[in-house]
């Protein structure tokens, strides 16, 4: 079956870094999309970084930019997130997504069960 597996978060200090992990399994994950998303308490999930499947081409949201880093390894199906310069308003679950569009137009979407990420002196 499909499986999202985050690891590499916890508590960190602010001006400190984390590297996110994000195993996958049971889908071709070359063929997919992935990104990073986070929900703070009380909030939306937001799009943090995202990767494509062919290119590697990556985008951030603007809070993130020059902080974090995304990438993939699609020889072990894997995605990370490096973070670094962390803030407190960093602090949120950290979901890793696949997402992909078949021809048909169908778009196939799994989720990770998340990695708490705090920021806290």
């Known amino acids: 079956q499909v499986q999202l597996v985050e690891s590499g978060g916890g508590l960190v200090q602010p001006g400190g870094s984390l590297r996110l992990s994000c195993a996958a399994s049971?889908?071709?994950?070359?063929?997919?999309?992935m990104s990073w998303y986070r929900q703070a308490p009380g909030k939306e999930r937001e799009l943090v970084a995202a990767?494509?499947?062919?290119?590697?081409?990556?985008n951030y949201r603007d809070s993130v930019k020059g902080r974090f880093t995304i990438s993939r390894d699609n020889a072990k199906s894997t995605v990370s997130l490096q973070m670094s310069s962390l803030k407190p308003e960093d602090t949120a679950v950290y979901y890793c997504?696949?997402?992909?569009?078949?021809?048909?137009?169908?778009?196939?979407?799994?989720w990770g069960q998340g990695t708490q990420v705090t920021v806290s002196p």
């Open positions: 990767i494509t499947s062919i290119g590697g081409r990556t």
């Open positions: 049971g889908f071709t994950f070359s063929t997919y999309a």
């Open positions: 997504n696949a997402e992909r569009r078949a021809p048909s137009g169908r778009t196939y979407t799994y």
